[in-house]
């Protein structure tokens, strides 16, 4: 069935391929309408899963302010405590400094005075001439024992002995010189001073 044309036939057999046939372009735009798709359906997905941990972030970013303010007002709560206390310490220093003042005052060794001795003195007699180119006969030479202190301390017996305090132990310790009573106790002070 060939006609007279040969060209014409030529023509027909190319529109048939044609026809059944997709062609090369045709081929490529399928294939890149189908790329196209694909990527489209992969950023979706890819938006969809960043969306999710956009909101799992958003979630902890809540909680971490949350924590943070919390934090901040416990902060400004032992601030405000902490200055409360160095009120207080400035404030027990400065009685610590005075009682330390007080107490080495009193730490401070008495003028020593003899207890239980007798000391001679001398006594006028109250006739005495109040010329001096009057010759007075000889005064009397009398010896008056001297009052010892209101309540004998532990200087008055002859020796440091249990009866003793540690007070006292450690101040005839400085009496006498001995370096480290502070920190000895009443046995090892007994000891030293025996």
Do not use: C, F, H
Not at 138 to 148: I, Q
């Amino acid at each position: 069935m060939m006609g007279a044309n040969p060209e014409v036939d030529m023509a027909k057999k190319t529109v048939a391929k044609k026809k059944q046939a997709p062609s090369k372009a045709a081929k490529k735009d399928t294939a890149k309408k189908d790329a196209v798709k694909k990527q489209k359906d992969a950023a979706s997905a890819r938006e969809a899963q960043l969306k999710a941990v956009a909101k799992k972030l958003e979630g902890r970013i809540k909680k971490l302010e949350a924590a943070v303010a919390s934090a901040e007002a416990k902060a400004a709560k032992w601030m405000k405590r902490a200055k409360k206390d160095r009120a207080e310490a400035a404030a027990s220093s400065s009685k610590v400094s005075k009682l330390e003042k007080k107490l080495a005052k009193a730490q401070q060794p008495a003028p020593k005075a003899s207890v239980g001795v007798s000391r001679p003195t001398l006594a006028v007699a109250p006739d005495a001439p109040a010329q001096p180119d009057e010759v007075a006969p000889a005064a009397e030479v009398v010896e008056v024992e001297t009052p010892a202190e209101s309540t004998p301390g532990p200087a008055a017996k002859a020796g440091p002995d249990d009866s003793w305090t540690v007070t006292a132990l450690r101040a005839e310790a400085r009496t006498r010189g001995l370096a480290g009573y502070s920190r000895k106790s009443k046995a090892e002070l007994l000891a030293a001073l025996t």
